[in-house]
């Protein structure tokens, strides 16, 4: 009977030791009753959804490489390390730390350095419209995703991307703060400009040319989102806009005529103000009224769709409603 009693008590034991084994290998959730995986992949990755597909990335990657200023500017606000940036070519000066050689040259925008980029090891490549034909090679090196703004829907894209650096850098309740201070500023700058008769357009200066842009097109934030009305509602929306003259914009007459100069952001032979500001233009209401807007090149051209880029871009047109 001892020994009866000596195998019942061990087996008890044992159904007891199996029994929190098995609890603790395959927790349960409660909300579903399913098993959680246990697995780190799950726990360790983001899959992003972007326009060029559906990327797993790691959190909070290491040897960043990006090729968009915008995100740049956001990865710094953030206080974000990155590894390389497009050196070949001109950095914006408010990011020009990053053309120092503590950050490796991976080319230019257009023009990639595929070895170099191999060389850092990259955790994540961040890339944006000039460098979606190359998304697949990238892909073979890292973890690659496109965070280029969708400019016929520029605010809804911008959150978007930002939500995905929030989400792959754990930076989201700095991210939803800083997006609730930029929606705060294009609800003053919008309900100013609504208020205003004064129509803008917009013109992009590039040496002995001009290009106009309207509503839905690279620069249309101004229209769509902070609401100054357009001079001219029939311009084809366009990345590289419509090709004009001077005698347009003195037929079109705007109160204010806002000026990007491509010359001043990438190194060009001829000054904005030199072509803008000739015998036609002086004709129309900008000149007469001190009207005449040079946006700052490298917010407006050179990056755009970061936190620092958009914040100043909102401001600048604040300032021309003053």
Known sequence: MKKLGLLLITSLLLFIIAACGSAEEGEQDTSTGNETPS?????DTVTVKHELGETDVPVNPENIVV?????LDTLDKLGIDVAGIAQAGTVPTYLEKYAGEDYTNIGSLKEPDLEA????????????GRQADMYDEFSKIAPTIHLGVDTTRYMDSFKENMA???DIFDKQEEIDAEIATIEESIAAVNEKATASAEKGLIILANDDKISAYGANSRFGIIHDVLGVAQADENIEASTHGMNVTFEYVVEQDPDILYVVDRAAAVGGETAAPQLVENELVENTKAYKNDKIVYLNPEYWYLSGGGLVSVA????DIDDSLN
């Open 67 to 71: 090729f968009d200023f915008g995100i």
């Open 39 to 43: 697995t780190e992949e799950s726990s």
């Open 117 to 128: 980029i191999s060389g850092i090891d990259p955790g994540l490549i961040i890339i944006s």
């Open 312 to 315: 100043q871009m909102i401001q």
């Open 164 to 166: 995905i650096i929030g």
